[in-house]
T-cell receptor, first 112, second 117 residues
């Protein structure tokens, strides 16, 4: 069956360090992979998108990698800040589809 | 531009009652989606409209759920009669149709929390 796996345990890191979140998937052939941020009581907010033929994408302090052989995406936040504390969701979009399928998300807590 | 607006933000009803959730997408966004998050689980797809047409309703749990999108503008999701397992947060999202499948960035509303007692 199709699965999207994100670490269910919260990631606790110290301010200034790099946070790395993982998204693994099985039985999918995504054309795109998206990362969203969700704060309590709010809807997810889009951060970055990476296509299947791209290895890496950057935006300011954010970096996403996509390895279709390992079936894995890594999401990095460099020089993390307490304001980066949130739940981060990955979402896969199959080729020919408009519909993102979401993982459960990983909670990131950045300590001052 | 105004974001995606959902109403109500929280609804508490008794089992067997009816609830209608409303979503106003971003103006000009043809695609409208409903998702649901049940406690402790992932956000799950319910259905997808393109303008006023249902493109995909494969995620709708059963026939107690009815979604409509009048004139391709706002959408409603009605649950009738509500059951305990319907409790959760219902998210609406919208996106432009840029003609390229997958390059589809969703803008979400804040969600409507439904509690069925």
């Amino acid at each position: 069956s199709q699965k999207i796996e994100q670490n269910s345990e919260a990631l606790n890191i110290q301010e200034g360090k790099t946070a790395t979140l993982t998204c693994n998937y099985t039985n999918y052939s995504p054309a795109y992979l998206q990362w969203y941020r969700q704060d309590p009581g709010r809807g997810p907010v889009f951060l970055l998108l990476i296509r299947e033929n791209e290895k890496e994408k950057r935006k300011e302090r954010l970096k996403v990698t996509f390895d279709t052989t390992l079936k894995q995406s890594l999401f990095h936040i460099t020089a993390s800040q307490p304001a980066d504390s949130a739940t981060y969701l990955c979402a896969l979009v199959p080729g020919g589809s408009y519909i993102p399928t979401f993982g459960r998300g990983t909670s990131l807590i950045v300590h001052p | 531009e105004a974001g995606v607006t959902q109403f109500p933000s929280h609804s508490v009803i008794e089992k067997g009652q009816t609830v209608t959730l409303r979503c106003d997408p971003i103006s000009g966004h043809d695609n409208l989606y409903w998702y649901r998050r049940v406690m402790g689980k992932e956000i799950k797809f319910l259905l997808h409209f393109v303008k006023e047409s249902k493109q995909d309703e494969s995620g709708m749990p059963n026939n107690r759920f009815l979604a409509e999108r009048t004139g391709g503008t706002y959408s409603t999701l009605k649950v009738q009669p509500a059951e305990l397992e319907d409790s959760g947060v219902y998210f609406c999202a919208s996106s432009r149709n840029d003609g390229t499948s997958g390059a589809n960035v969703l803008t979400f509303g804040a969600g409507s929390r439904l509690t069925v007692l």
